[in-house]
């Protein structure tokens, strides 16, 4: 069965900060990795990863993905309290449907004042 | 562009009833997909449409949960009976093309009492 795990499970620091969040998988015929990001209620996409190595970047925000180790990490510099949300890893594998993700159980960042 | 829309926000029910959530994509999305998280646990897969027609429907639970999107619009997801199991937040995501990543909703919470 396919996973995705990401840790730490929860995660609180201060304003100014830099956060990594890793993801792991283990997923037959992986299409891609996908970072979320979930403050009340619609996660809201932030990236999506199909080649190992090339680092995308918006704003603070980077992720880069290692195809060997299967594993992809989220980095947020100089956090902000509007940066307190859960963060989600999702990959997508072919399975029965041409895109179907399967989720970790997110990470929790609080970002404190 | 309005984005996924889902309704209601939240429902109670009685175990037995009958629920009916909708999800309404983005407009010109052929790509339409459900997903749940029980509480605890993470986001899974329940089914994708593509246009009227179910892809992949291996996420679905059981024979009490159907899902029809009829004229490849919006689309419905009935449980019923419900059973206490049933609860959690019930996501509706929808894409251009397989490869995309998806925009979410806002999710229903379903509440089975």
């Known amino acids: 069965e396919d996973k995705v795990v990401q840790s730490p499970l929860s995660l609180v620091v201060h304003e100014g900060d830099t956060v990594t969040l890793n993801c792991s998988y283990e997923?037959?015929?992986?299409?891609?990795l996908l970072w979320y990001k979930q403050e009340k209620k619609a996660p809201t996409f932030l990236f999506m990863l199909t080649s190992s190595g090339i680092e995308k970047k918006s704003g603070r925000l980077s992720s880069i993905l290692d195809k060997k180790e299967l594993s992809s990490i989220l980095n947020i510099t100089a956090t902000q309290t509007g940066d307190s949300a859960i963060y989600l890893c999702?990959?997508?594998?072919?399975?029965?449907?041409?895109?179907?993700?399967?989720f970790g159980k997110g990470t929790l960042l609080t970002v404190n004042p | 562009e309005a984005g996924v829309t889902q309704f209601p926000s939240h429902s109670v029910i009685e175990k037995g009833q009958t629920v009916t959530l909708r999800c309404d994509p983005i407009?010109?999305?052929?790509?339409l997909y459900w997903y749940r998280r029980v509480m605890g646990k993470e986001i899974k897969f329940l089914l994708h449409?593509?246009?009227?027609?179910?892809?992949?429907e291996s996420g679905m639970p059981n024979n009490r949960f159907l899902a029809e999107r009829t004229g490849g619009t919006y689309s419905t997801l009935k449980v019923q009976p419900a059973e206490l199991e049933d609860s959690g937040v019930y996501f509706c995501?929808?894409?251009?093309?397989?490869?995309?990543?998806?925009?979410f909703g806002s999710g229903t919470r379903l509440t089975v009492v």
């Open positions: 999702a990959v997508g594998g072919s399975g029965g449907s041409n895109y179907k993700l399967t």
């Open positions: 995501a929808s894409s251009q093309d397989v490869r995309d990543g998806y925009t």
């Open positions: 997923v037959t015929n992986f299409r891609s």
């Open positions: 407009s010109g999305h052929d790509n």
């Open positions: 449409f593509v246009k009227e027609s179910k892809q992949d």
